[in-house]
């Protein structure tokens, strides 16, 4: 039985202590190993009348052992249970203990590097398990068994205890990983996982017993083996099949009844995701959904170690589109990477760092509605399967025949315009519709960062009117509101498409003048201001009002900062304001100098 312990997600801050945890249990149980091993294991010898066999054959017998596994998953983590054991309770017939550990150690080796292609602290824990697996294994058959191959029952029943004890051991050190990566299963999964595995185990050893009586009494006989061995795999493979299926049905069930059932549609679409990447057991699931006509298309996500996120704005529609393209060009709706029709998406998966990846094109009469992505199969036995493919596809059709019936594409539609109103009443005067202060300092600021890189250094226009207390006084605030409003509207047509008129509060305004600009072309907008600011603003019941206004004028440059640009532009603007109605102001060095000037008396 071998097993995936996977680490914490990247970038999360127990990564470090989980490694060196797993590593530490890694060291100890390979300790054990060596030392009993070394000990015990070492010096043990072979029953007598057993049959000489190559050792490299035993190696061979080990790996392919390893080959021919099913697979079971408990959490996140992958358990393949293989047909080692058959070789396993021959070799403690037919072979030296310490030559038997090393033919396991050797072939196991051969088949997780060449085959399931394992590296690192992964290779080095199974191994360091095998290794003390079948130490004990050896150690518990020879203390139990009789001298001699032929001795009967009682070596019958020191061979099956000798494969409960390397199950047992292998269970207990893959619970052990498996609770120092993701915390602690509790004690009620340990025996879960033995009741998958021992059965397994013991009914292989029960073959491997009846292969080493054959053998030693008619080696030819060994042929009438091989149909029930075969039939006893496939049986045993059909019934995690099709528990796998139930539990897939399950999943099926739940994760699309959270389409209907579900709260708001962003909980709904983030818990679906979350569900949907535990059935596939896989690192991230996402939701691109197109919407109609110019929408903005959206990206919904769920991502193992980060917060699930629902309509986000999507990043890089050209990849979408291309795996749109490849299923209507293909007809293949559905894919995955290595199979058919996956070409486009493997290329997607080879430019995102993937290892794998499945995709459904949702779609209902010819509609294309979005795509359902599922990335990165944890653990790593195989990779998305056939039965994956299918279940994406079921998936992916309750996700499409959802949103035809309009129900989560009408809510989708409501929160994407619910939450561009809210951005845009969070960066907007509400009276005048201007942008506020907010989105005023925004924008200079990336403004001044631009001009740091291409040195078109904007300039800012501090405003603040000049009348407007006496007709808010005069008339009230319901045509000091009128005022303000008609203001604004006259500002904005005042200025050019690339600036920014904001409205920063009570009778202040502002204008940011995207560069390069200078004296000359600040005088050209200021004149049109004055020009607006000349007419009369009409404030219904025959009544009118002309109000002037005091500005304020700085220029960015390589020695200014927003807050420096900001200050500059008030302090003009309320110089402007003491020198007299109407009057213009541009800062200099010197009105900073007028300000530090004490009073006189």
């Known amino acids: 039985m071998t097993a995936t312990p996977r680490a914490a997600a990247p970038g999360r801050r127990r990564l470090p202590t989980t490694s060196r945890r797993i590593g530490l249990l890694v060291a100890l149980v390979g300790a054990a190993a060596a030392a009993l091993f070394v000990l015990v294991v070492r010096d043990l010898p072979r029953l007598d009348g057993a049959v000489e066999l190559p050792w490299p054959l035993w190696v061979l017998a080990f790996a392919a052992g390893e080959l021919l596994v099913v697979h079971i998953q408990l959490k996140r983590d992958s358990h393949s249970f293989s047909l080692a054991d058959l070789v396993l309770v021959a070799g403690l017939y037919l072979l030296q203990p310490a030559a038997l550990v090393a033919a396991q150690l050797t072939g196991a080796a051969l088949a997780l590097v060449l085959h399931r292609r394992q590296t690192g602290l992964k290779l080095a824990f199974n191994l360091a398990q095998y290794a003390l697996s079948a130490c004990l294994a050896t150690t518990v058959f020879a203390l139990l068994a009789q001298d001699s191959v032929l001795s009967g029952a009682w070596n019958w029943v020191a061979g099956l205890a000798a494969v409960a004890v390397s199950t ?45 009586q054959l053998a030693m009494q008619n080696p030819a006989s060994l042929v009438l083996l091989a149909l029930p061995s075969v039939l006893l795999i496939t049986a045993y493979r059909a019934y995690a099949k099709a528990r796998e299926q139930q539990d897939n049905l399950r999943q099926l069930h739940e994760v699309t009844s959270l389409l209907y059932t579900g709260g708001d549609a962003p909980t709904a679409l983030t818990d679906f995701l979350t569900a949907v990447r535990g059935a596939f057991r896989a690192a991230a699931a996402e939701l691109v959904l197109f919407g109609e006509d110019d929408a903005v298309p959206t990206l919904s996500r769920s991502r193992e170690g980060e917060e699930p996120a629902a309509l986000l704005p999507l990043p890089h529609r050209e990849d979408a589109d ?280």
């Open 322 to 601: 291309r795996l749109v393209a490849a299923a209507w060009e293909t007809g293949l709706p559905t894919s995955r990477t290595g199979a058919a029709g996956g070409a486009e998406l493997g290329r997607y998966a080879t430019r995102h760092g993937l290892k794998d990846a499945m995709v459904s094109v949702l779609s209902t009469e010819g509609r294309v509605q979005g795509l359902l992505l599922v990335t990165d199969r944890l653990g790593d036995v195989g990779t998305f399967a056939g039965s994956d493919l299918a279940l994406l596809e079921t998936f992916g059709h309750h996700v499409a025949t959802s949103l035809d019936r309009g129900r989560l594409e009408t809510d989708l539609r409501r929160v994407i315009e619910l939450q561009e109103e809210l951005r845009h009443a969070a960066m907007h005067d509400p009276l005048t519709e201007l942008p506020n202060r907010t989105l005023f300092l925004d924008r200079t600021a990336n403004g001044l960062n631009l001009a740091g890189r291409n040195g078109q250094w904007p300039a800012a226009v501090y405003i603040d009117l000049d009348g407007f207390k006496p007709v808010n006084d005069t008339y009230g605030h319901q045509a000091g509101d009128l005022l303000l409003k008609v203001f604004a509207q006259r500002l904005h047509e005042a200025v050019r498409a690339a600036d920014t008129a904001a409205r920063l509060g009570g009778d202040e305004f502002a204008i940011l003048l995207h560069g390069p600009i200078g004296t000359a072309g600040v005088e050209q907008v200021l004149s049109r201001v004055r020009a607006q600011l000349e007419l009369p603003i009409e404030l219904g019941g025959g009544r009118s009002a002309t109000v002037g206004a005091s500005l304020g004028v700085a220029f960015g440059g390589p020695d200014t900062d927003i807050d420096t640009l900001i200050r500059r532009a008030d302090l003009a603007m309320y110089t402007a304001k003491r020198r007299g109605r109407g009057t213009t102001v541009y800062f200099d060095a010197s009105l900073e100098a007028e300000q530090v000037q004490p009073v006189t008396p």
């Open 168 to 212: 047992l051991t292998a269970g207990v050190c893959i619970f052990a990983a498996i609770s120092l990566s993701q915390g602690f299963l509790g004690l009620r999964a340990l025996p879960r996982m033995l009741a998958l595995s021992m059965p397994f185990g013991l009914a292989m050893a029960a073959f491997g017993l009846l292969a080493v």
